[in-house]
């Protein structure tokens, strides 16, 4: 049985057009385009976990729990992105939202919880 072509870039670094196409949304924000994106997708300001300095990263939240208010975003590439690795040593500076503005309370979720919202996704 033959392997699909690139598929092993699932688990390391996507290949250099993809990464692009990914930095698109960064950029809708950079401009004060983020509205654009609709209500599908966040940008986060994390802390460096080394530096120190403020990263910003945008993902695409896998549910909006409106009653608590709560944004679930899911690591793609499991817990060796160093986003996740930067959230788990420090908690997340910021978080906007189309034009809306605020700081998270953050917490990770129990196994129970990602598998129900694995499944509802």
Same mark, same amino acid.
């Given at each position: ?16 057009a993809l990464r ?8 809708? $924000? ?27 990263? =945008?993902?695409?939240? =896998? ?7 709560? $944004?679930? =975003? ?9 986003? $996740? ?19 998270? =309370? ?14 509802? $996704?």
């Amino acid at each position: 049985m033959a392997a699909a072509p690139h598929a092993g870039w699932l688990t390391s670094r996507p290949p250099r057009a993809l990464r692009w196409a990914l930095r698109l949304p960064s950029t809708h $924000y950079r401009l004060q385009l983020g509205w654009l994106l609709g209500h599908r997708f966040l940008l986060l300001t994390h802390r460096g976990r080394r530096t120190g300095r403020a990263h910003q990263t =945008v993902l695409e939240f =896998v549910c909006h729990k409106r009653r608590t208010d709560e $944004y679930i =975003v899911a690591a793609g590439w499991g817990g060796r992105v160093g986003r $996740y690795r930067n959230l788990l040593a420090n908690p997340a500076l910021a978080i906007r939202i189309g034009r809306r503005h605020f700081t998270p =309370v953050q917490r990770f979720l129990t196994t129970a919880e990602v598998q129900a919202i694995l499944r509802g $996704y």
